[in-house]
């Protein structure tokens, strides 16, 4: 499976984004999905994750009711929406897809990683 994440950009604080992140292959409904962000500095971050058929999605704490995640199986492709966004929102977002769903906000899970995308948010 390769992943092409984007939609990341420059945002003024409480603005919205939407990162998309397209798949390859005829086997994306079989992989939960997720997203997780990096910013400098800091430890890899865990953001949100959907289950294969996209009746369940999980977030981190810091973006609980700010982001929502969900996906389009025909389309092979999963979405962030990003609302009220913060300066502390800046990172670099990466989806990435996990073929044997267990702990959705584990990074060492997950199969495939995307390049990231960047978002900048100012205050």
């Known amino acids: 499976v390769q992943l092409q994440a984007s939609g990341g950009g420059l945002v003024q604080a409480g603005g919205s984004l939407r990162l998309s992140c397209a798949a390859s292959g005829r086997t994306f409904s079989s992989y939960a999905m997720g997203w997780f962000r990096q910013a400098p500095g800091k430890e890899r971050e865990f953001v949100a994750a959907?289950?294969?058929?996209?009746?369940?999605?999980y977030y981190g704490d810091s973006v609980k009711g700010r982001f929502t995640i969900s996906r389009e199986n025909a389309k092979n492709t999963v979405y962030l929406q990003m609302n009220s966004l913060r300066p502390e929102d800046t990172a670099v977002y990466y989806c990435a897809a996990d073929a044997r769903p267990s702990r959705y906000s584990d990074s060492h899970e997950y199969d495939y990683w995307g390049q990231g995308t960047q978002v900048t948010v100012s205050s």
């Open positions: 959907i289950s294969r058929g996209g009746v369940g999605t």
